[in-house]
């Protein structure tokens, strides 16, 4: 059965400073313990128990989870599917009417004119906007619906019922357009979602080009429009997993490198140290001891 969204716990009884952490899907991480002290347009934004951190696809997150009185708690969603159409449409029309009032305010003469430019490469959404969102009584309810949710045996006709009252009240506190800038799925997004269901499997493009029905030339052209190559997915897709697998247990590190479908614990040590800034030995001393 088609899973909606996926569920991610971590924890920590140490500072964990993490650079580059990649955001597949949209995501968002609410604080349960501690707090998230994020690197943000050169600033340090503190995001603890109360808040949320919200991310868009193919995001870069440098940051570190600090601890309050030796324990850090958080809780990731990522979201597989997106909002209905009527629901992105909504955000258009919000967009519009915003960015009208705003012209209007500045006495900008030349919006509102067929053809205007809009100020980004997302339809227009900002990628200006802090990704911190103090949440409402509301939304927190709307969240832990999600969050039950994953312990049932439902349809995925059910589970986007429940997903897209969470995007409707997201929407309701202005806050939809931050998970979602723009009204397309990445490719980038679509492909680390496959490689995510079966990280450590030996992984080839042929495979996933004829899961996508794409010519190899096509896949490697799309991607690198997107800024990254499929070797560079598969690399941070595993190492996600790692993160992952860590939080659930103390693995040894040549079981890890295993996991995770490295050959050589020497290379996966290597590759994590390179993407997180962090090596796997001394992120795991920050989740146990």
Request: hydrophobic residues 35%; charged residues 20%; aromatic residues 8%.
């Amino acid at each position: 059965m088609k899973k909606v969204i996926l569920v991610s716990h971590y924890q920590g009884i140490a500072p964990q400073a993490l650079r580059n952490v990649p955001v597949h899907s949209p995501s968002i991480f609410a604080i349960k313990q501690g707090r998230k002290i994020m690197s943000w347009h050169e600033e340090s934004l503190h995001i603890g128990g109360g808040d949320w951190l919200v991310a868009a696809a193919a995001s870069q997150l440098t940051f570190i989870n600090e601890p309050h009185h030796q324990q850090f708690s958080s809780v990731q969603v990522s979201f597989l599917q997106p909002p209905s159409q009527e629901l992105m449409d909504e955000i258009e029309v919000g967009y519009s009417k915003g960015n009208r009032k705003e012209n209007k305010h500045r006495g900008n003469k030349e919006a509102g004119k067929p053809g205007a430019a809009l100020p980004s490469a997302y339809h227009g959404f900002s990628q200006a906007q802090s990704p911190k969102l103090s949440v409402n009584s509301k939304l927190t309810f709307a969240l832990d619906q999600l969050l039950a949710m994953q312990g049932l045996d439902l349809s995925t006709q059910v589970q986007t019922h429940y997903l897209n009252g969470f995007y409707r009240q997201l929407l309701e506190a202005g806050a939809l357009d931050k998970l979602f800038p723009g009204d397309s799925q990445l490719l980038r997004e679509r492909v680390s979602g496959y490689l995510a269901q079966n990280p450590g499997n030996e992984h080839h493009i042929e495979r996933v080009c004829q899961h996508f029905s794409m010519s190899k030339s096509t896949l490697t052209r799309h991607l690198a429009l997107e800024g990254t190559s499929f070797r560079e997915v598969l690399a941070e897709v595993r190492m996600l997993h790692g993160l992952s697998l860590m939080q659930q247990k103390n693995y040894r590190q040549v079981d890890l490198a295993l996991l995770c479908g490295y050959q050589s614990e020497s290379r996966f040590s290597q590759r994590f140290r390179q993407q997180f800034g962090v090596t796997p030995k001394h992120y795991m001393k920050t989740v146990r001891g």
